[in-house]
């Protein structure tokens, strides 16, 4: 290895186009999969309906994207392969409202600097078609005449031919494949509309055709993601403030041990965004076991000149202006979507193939940075709707009670109770029955009737689909953490003074922010006062979270404010002290059931939220159909 230093005296020059263009390379083409992400991309900016993929060997030898779009004429040829020559833009306000998914005009040439390419196209207005190849070389390309339809063909052969050392990163080719159909399974998610066809060493691996209609669009989610993420989904669109947000979010019952089930589209190009995971995993914060992810397909549209899509060169980072409101929208859009799922939603038929749920006004996500708080004291606010009742009487144990079952309740619990239920939630279960109801009358609620409670921690019940186990401790704690919530809220924070004010070292930086957010600091009970440009000292806290360490608490809170203009770790403070209150208050395993109690339990999880998973994450209850109990016993073979 030479010891030889470039001096100060070094020569300047200009780089040659093939070795700017390999350079270039190194930015977008990572893999075979980068390559086919770009053609793929490049053809639906053409107004392609159907794309056409043949792969060999993973990529490696060939990459071959047939399209139906507009074409490129002959005159346009040489330049598609230099770079930054696009059509797509012209001058500085096109930048700021792109509307494509590729605008950087540099893509191609990077592709055919470490390949073998030819490209093949015809117009709607051409008598033929004409194509253009080059290897590796510099740009000086010969165009000639050559047989194709209205559209463009791109192939790619032998991918990093003239740069082994790049080749030799490469993975096997069954790795590099799922990389490449990855890709296309995103992008046939962003586009319904057009048809894709892929074909790995001459087998037919995916056959999307058009999806126009909601069944359609159902069928290729289910195709791309599993027909088990549509049984377990929830459709939902939201429109607010010029903000739009639709498709598919995964009930926390059918969660991951990995984030690869998640799909997020901004205007149609997806993205892998730190704020926009922030607030999905805030949303599902209460629902979800340690280590598990959520799954979602989710589409959000907002005016282009609000977002800045060229932050990084493939284009899978974007910047909102407003990063608060579309945390904010997209947080209270999901927390509010997983909070209305009961028992009767779950046991429906494939909610995904289903109409989208529409909430307005403070269901379509009003939240602030107090998330959860605002909402539940929002919740006290609302008076209740009539409502008709289900008149349901115990079936099979005879115990003559009367259930009165209200299925989707418009309130929470109203604010007199909600201001006594620190009192109040902690009493026994009731026991008293009231007189009973003619058999035969009422329909079956969701979660049925108990049957009987087996070795003091479950409840079995009976509904329409068959048994339901539930796990009772588990219920139970949902109902009472849901309820001390909504208490909290009606009661607000009170403050407790600290007798030595606390000194935290922060930035400037830092320290303007907790000046610029002081009156919500207040409203969550702590009292900040600056002392100096990196100085603040912390006179209260809450009373709730006098054990915490201030210090470290503000720190992060302030991390949070600054990074993604809101905070939930105040929350999520509570929420594990309000949490642990609820698990010391719930009924506790090997305590004996009435089946009043029972069914009270079960009527409750029907009028709760996020009543199908304590606040641990873990599930309250789970159903056995007649079908899962027939192949049990092998009936009917």
């Known amino acids: 290895m030479s010891n030889e230093v470039i001096g100060s005296n070094a020569r300047i020059e200009l780089l040659s186009p093939r070795l700017a263009n390999q350079i270039a390379a190194g930015e977008v083409v990572e893999r075979p999969a980068s390559v086919i992400k770009e053609l793929l991309e490049n053809s639906l900016d053409s107004g392609a309906r159907r794309i056409d993929v043949d792969v060999e060997q993973g990529g490696v030898k060939l990459l071959r994207v047939r399209d139906d779009g507009g074409g490129i004429s002959s005159d346009d040829l040489p330049l598609a392969l230099a770079r930054h020559a696009t059509s797509k833009i012209r001058d500085l306000e096109d930048l700021e409202r792109v509307m494509s998914l590729g605008f950087r005009g540099e893509a191609l040439a990077s592709i055919s600097s470490v390949s073998r390419l030819t490209l093949t196209s015809r117009t709607r207005d051409a008598d033929q078609a004409w194509q253009v190849e080059t290897e590796g070389r510099d740009m000086a390309s010969r165009v000639q005449p050559a047989a194709h339809p209205v559209g463009t063909s791109v192939e790619v052969r032998d991918l990093f031919f003239n740069t082994p050392a790049r080749r030799k990163f490469l993975k096997a080719e069954k790795t590099e494949f799922d990389h490449l159909q990855e890709v296309i399974k995103r992008l046939a998610l962003a586009r319904f509309d057009v048809a894709f066809h892929l074909r790995h060493n001459g087998k037919t691996i995916l056959s999307l055709h058009e999806a126009q209609d909601d069944a359609a669009r159902a069928r290729r989610v289910g195709a791309v993601c599993g027909a088990g993420f549509l049984e377990q989904a929830l459709p939902i669109e939201v429109e607010r403030n010029g903000l739009h947000l639709w498709g598919w979010v995964g009930l926390p019952t059918f969660s991951r041990s990995q984030a690869d089930l998640q799909y997020f589209y901004v205007n149609g190009r997806a993205v892998r965004d730190k704020l926009v995971a922030h607030a999905v995993r805030q949303a599902y914060r209460d629902v979800l076991f340690n280590g598990r992810h959520p799954t979602f397909v989710l589409f959000f549209e907002v005016d282009p000149a609000v977002v800045d899509v060229n932050v990084h060169p493939t284009k899978h980072e974007v910047r909102f202006r407003d990063g608060r409101m579309v945390h904010d929208f997209l947080y209270g859009t999901l927390h509010r979507a997983l909070g209305d799922v009961r028992p009767e939603d779950q046991l429906a038929a494939p909610a995904a193939v289903a109409g989208m749920v529409r909430p307005t006004g403070l269901e379509a996500g009003e939240f602030g940075p107090q998330g959860e708080m605002r909402l539940a004291a929002n919740a006290l606010l609302e008076q209740p709707q009539p409502q008709p009742s289900y008149n349901t009487a115990g079936s099979g144990a005879g115990s003559g009670y ?35 109801l003619p058999d035969g009358q009422g329909d079956i609620p969701p979660l049925g009737y108990a049957l009987a409670q087996l070795k003091g921690i479950y409840i079995l019940s009976e509904n329409a689909q068959g048994l339901v186990l539930v796990d009772m401790h588990a219920a139970h704690e949902r109902i009472m953490y849901e309820r001390l919530k909504i208490a909290m809220a009606s009661e607000g924070l009170s403050g407790q003074p600290l007798l030595v004010p606390e000194s935290l070292a922060v930035s400037q930086r830092e320290a303007d922010c907790a000046e610029e957010h002081v009156s919500w600091f207040q409203r969550l009970g702590f009292e900040l006062q600056r002392l100096g440009p990196e100085t603040l000292a912390i006179r209260q806290i809450p009373a709730l979270l006098k054990q915490a360490e201030a210090n470290r608490l503000v720190s992060d809170v302030l991390a949070d404010l600054m990074e993604y203009g809101t905070s939930d770790r105040i929350q999520a403070h509570l929420n594990e002290l309000l949490g642990t209150m609820a698990c010391h208050g719930a009924i506790r395993a090997n305590r004996r059931l009435a089946l009043p109690e029972m069914n009270g339990l079960l009527r409750d999880m029907e009028n709760t939220e996020r009543s199908g998973q304590c606040n641990h994450g873990r599930p309250t209850w789970t159903q056995l159909g007649l079908d899962d109990l027939d192949k049990l016993f092998l009936r009917g073979r």
Do not use: D, G, I
């Open 402 to 436: 009367q259930y009165q079952y209200t299925p989707r309740p418009q309130s929470n619990v109203p604010a007199a109770e909600a201001q006594a239920a620190y009192r109040e939630f902690f009493k026994p279960l009731p026991e008293s029955a009231a007189p009973a």
